[in-house]
């Protein structure tokens, strides 16, 4: 498993991060001397994953403020760095009042420890032979350390309740295929990448238990945006009666978004998809609250009605 300070790290004069771009072929380090730098590479995906794009954007604002930066600025470019994530914004208004690097390695040791409890809370709700679905990559690459959706799996199989992993490829840009199945692998976890459309007739065989995904934000009724395909696997599971579990922290809740059409969806370049065509590029989408069987944050497991239950989860 890889350190939190290997995936991202605050440096005197830098931001540094693992270049996900290029994992898992290539493991290279990107330094971001401003925070236009370090929002840069958030956009460009350098760095992604909700909780670890916030904790990029503490580190850029506790860069911008050691260097003299203006702050106003510094946050401005930050939080427009990517639109879905709520965490991103979390984070800027956490260091609002404390800009300090003390402050924003507290934000990052916060979220490796979220993902510890979370994991023990799910792990709670598989069975011994769990065969599970993964999409996109929520392990610790996404979220500064041991990971959300992927570290509930990490603490199932640990537990011996994990028989198999079913990673969907993921596309435009692979995180599935690349990110998640490299951290699988570094965890000796049996595991298989899947082209995305082969989750139906897996689902229909009977060769998949549950699936497990993070999220980027959740709604206040439990509308929740997550990597585009997310949706279609939620319409699937309900298909074939196999419970979907969202894994996020309670700072990828947002309570002042009502429902899930009031989440900001990001657009990326088409280019991801062909340089040639013409192409839509939607890098998220909503699934809707009544499909997901449970939403498990840090304080615990939580069930519909979502308006009551996440309502609680924040407050905790
Ligand atoms: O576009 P990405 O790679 O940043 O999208 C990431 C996801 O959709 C993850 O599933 C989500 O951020 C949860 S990460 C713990």
Known sequence: MLEPERILRLEDDAVVFLDQRLL?????DVRCGTAAAVAEAIQTMVVRGAPAIGVAAAYGIALAAAKGEDLAEADRVLRE???????????????????SAEHARRIHADEVERCRRMAGHTAELLSPGTRALTHCNAGGLA????????????TAWERGLLDHVWVDETRPLLQGAR???????????????????????????????????????????????????????AVLARHHEIPLYIVAPSTTVDLQTPDG???????????????????????????????????VTESGVHRAP?????????AA
């Open 306 to 314: 979502y308006q009551q239950s996440l309502a609680g989860a924040v």
């Open 81 to 99: 760095s990517r639109p879905t994530a709520v965490n991103l914004a979390w984070a800027l208004d956490e260091m609002r009042d404390d800009p």
């Open 179 to 233: 990110l998640t199945a490299w951290e699988l692998e570094t965890a000796s976890i049996p595991h298989a990448v899947i082209a995305d459309s082969a989750a139906a007739s897996l689902m229909a065989a009977g060769e998949v238990d549950c699936v497990i995904t993070g999220a980027d934000r959740i709604a206040a009724n439990g509308d929740t945006a997550n990597k585009i395909g997310t949706y279609s696997l």
């Open 261 to 295: 059409s009031a989440i900001p969806i990001e657009e990326r370049d088409s280019a991801e998809i062909t340089a040639r065509f013409a192409a839509r590029n939607p890098a998220f989408d909503v699934t809707p609250a009544e499909l997901i069987a449970a939403i």
């Open 24 to 28: 898992p072929l290539e493991e290279v």
């Open 143 to 154: 979220t500064g350390g041991y990971g959300s959706a992927v570290g509930a799996l990490l």
